[in-house]
């Protein structure tokens, strides 16, 4: 039975919305506050965040890109006003779909199925911070999903595969480049500073990417 988190302040729209969903067999779970998400989140045992972008004590976009940080679940924000929906549909926020109020709780409950499994069916791997859509042929981090060149996407993608692992130059160049024209050792550095800018213009506090001296690279997802 998934689990529901629901952050929402107005108490008649919060009531309908749990009714709804545990009229179909979720278990939902209800916060007020934005600051009361991370805290539930870092508990675990929830699936799906839903979020109300009008919160009292802070938005749902700034609850969201927090949360992002670490979580990789899915989230279908609670919209009051156009101007709202329109910074969700930049979907710079990270968030998987929304709806504007008012909703028809039984359409919200469907989004979240769908939503669900998306997640959970359609090879969407977690690793950490990094989230893996294989269907999709991309990578999300730190809840974006990254623009990648073909060989970034496979050598991120190698180096997923087993983070902390350390692969020789060699070894990637085996498993990424193989059917490359022509490619050297230093291919793979170019393209892991490549991947490195881009990872690091998305949280620039982080180097998830380690160099071994003498014997490749490794991912640290965490
Ligand atoms: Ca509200």
Not at 64 to 92: K, M, Y
Not at 94 to 109: C, T
Not at 161 to 171: E, F
Request: aromatic share 6%; hydrophobic share 40%; net charge neutral.
């Amino acid at each position: 039975m998934p689990t529901i988190l629901l952050a929402e302040d107005e108490a008649a729209i919060a009531e309908t919305v749990l009714y709804a969903l545990r009229a179909e067999g979720f278990a939902a779970e209800h916060v007020l506050l934005g600051g009361q998400v991370l805290p539930r989140l870092a508990r675990g045992g929830v699936d799906l965040v839903i979020l109300d972008v009008g919160l009292p004590d802070a938005s749902g976009f700034e609850v969201c890109r927090r949360l992002r940080e670490h979580h990789a679940l899915p989230v279908i924000f609670l919209t009051a006003r156009s101007d709202e929906i329109d910074r969700v549909l930049g979907l710079e926020l990270g968030a998987d779909d929304y709806m504007a109020k008012p909703f028809s709780p039984r359409e919200l409950v469907a989004r979240v199925r769908a939503r669900l499994r998306r997640h959970e069916g359609g090879q969407a791997r977690q690793r950490g911070r990094f989230e893996i859509d294989s269907e999709a042929h991309r990578i999300r981090y730190a809840g974006h999903w990254l623009e990648l060149t073909r060989y970034e996407h496979a050598l991120l993608g190698e180096l997923l595969r087993r983070p902390g692992a350390i692969l020789g130059r060699a070894q990637l160049l085996d498993r990424v480049w193989a059917d490359a024209l022509e490619s050297g050792e230093r291919t793979v550095d170019t393209h892991v500073k490549t991947l490195r800018a881009k990872l690091r213009a998305l949280d620039p506090a982080r180097d998830p990417i380690r160099t071994h001296r003498g014997l490749g690279y490794s991912i640290e997802v965490d």
